[in-house]
C-alpha cells in the first residue's frame, strides 16, 4: 500500500490495516519484532461503539486521558465483552481528587508525576486487584507548565515510587514538543532518543530485583510513532489515525 488512508470514511479496521504496515516496517528497520511493540488505542472522546469496533479489529488496550469518561466506558465495555478481556492505561493528567477511580479501574497509569499522586494510587488500589502497573511521564522537551517531571528529577521519584506497595513500576511515558515535520530523521527522533537514554539510566539505579519489571517506554503518537519505535517505544499510543479525528469534548 503506497497511501495511508486516515480519512474520517474509512472505518477502524481499514485504518488499523495501514497503521499495522507501517508499524511492521518501523519495527523491522529497528530490528525488533513486531510483538514486543504493544499498539495503545487512544479511545478518548470516542463512543463506546468505535471502541468496541477497535476490539473486534482485535485490540486489547485502551487508553483514556478523562478518569469519569474512562470508567464509562470500561463499564460499556464489560457489559459487552466480559471484565477481563481489555487492558484499561489512564493517560491524562492526575489530578489527587480522581486517583480513587483510576486506581479502582485502570490497570496502568502512564501520567504520575509527583510522588503524592503515586502515594495515593498505592493507597487506593483495592486489595484484590493485581499491582497498579505505572510509568513516570517526563517533561523531555522542558515545556514550561506542561506535565511530567524534570529530568533532573527523575531518577530520586523513581526510587521512591518504586519503594511503595500495590504499584510495579513499569517505566517511563513522555510527550515531547512538537517537532517541525519538515526536519530530519534524527532532529525528529531526539527526545525519543533522549527518553531512551533516561529510561536505561532509570533501570540502572533501580534494586536489581526491580529492574526486569522495568520494561516499558511510552511514546510515540500518531505523527510521530515511526521514530518513537526507532529509538526503542515499546507501546505506541495512536488516536486520531486509528479512529479518525476526535470528537468535541
Ligand atoms: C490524545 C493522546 C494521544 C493520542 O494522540 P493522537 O495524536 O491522536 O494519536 C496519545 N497520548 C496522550 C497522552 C494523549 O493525550
Redesign the pocket.
Known amino acids: 500500500m503506497s497511501n495511508t488512508d486516515f480519512s474520517s470514511t474509512s472505518t477502524v479496521q481499514t485504518r488499523l490495516t495501514a497503521l499495522q504496515q507501517l508499524i511492521q516496517r518501523a519495527c523491522e528497520n529497528a530490528a525488533k519484532p513486531v510483538d514486543s511493540l504493544t499498539f495503545l488505542a487512544?479511545s478518548?472522546t470516542q463512543s463506546v461503539h468505535s471502541v468496541h469496533e477497535a476490539y473486534q479489529a482485535g485490540l486489547r488496550d485502551f487508553?483514556e486521558?478523562y478518569a469519569q469518561e474512562g470508567v464509562d466506558k470500561i463499564i460499556a465495555m464489560q457489559q459487552l465483552v466480559g471484565s477481563n478481556s481489555i487492558n484499561w492505561h489512564f493517560?491524562?493528567p492526575l489530578q489527587s481528587n480522581k486517583t480513587r477511580l483510576v486506581a479502582e479501574y485502570f490497570a496502568w497509569v502512564?501520567?504520575v508525576e509527583r510522588f503524592k499522586i503515586a502515594q495515593r494510587l498505592a493507597e487506593q488500589r483495592p486489595a484484590h486487584l493485581p499491582d497498579l502497573n505505572v510509568c513516570i511521564q517526563v517533561n523531555i522537551s522542558h515545556e514550561a507548565n506542561k506535565s511530567g517531571c524534570l529530568p533532573d528529577e527523575l531518577i530520586a521519584l523513581a526510587l521512591h515510587i518504586n519503594a511503595l506497595p500495590r504499584l510495579k513500576l513499569r517505566g517511563l511515558m513522555a510527550?515531547p514538543a512538537p517537532i517541525d515535520p519538515l526536519a530530519d530523521d534524527a532532529a525528529q527522533r531526539e527526545p525519543f532518543v533522549a527518553m531512551k537514554n533516561w529510561y536505561d539510566r532509570v533501570k540502572a539505579a533501580l534494586p536489581l530485583a526491580s529492574q526486569s519489571q522495568f520494561d516499558t517506554l511510552s511514546m510515540g503518537?500518531?505523527?510521530d510513532f515511526p521514530h518513537a519505535i526507532a529509538a526503542g517505544a515499546t507501546i505506541i499510543?495512536?488516536?486520531?489515525?486509528l479512529f479518525g479525528a476526535?470528537n468535541p469534548i
Open positions: 487512544v478518548k487508553g486521558n493517560i491524562g502512564h501520567s510527550i503518537m500518531s505523527n499510543r495512536i488516536g486520531s489515525a476526535r
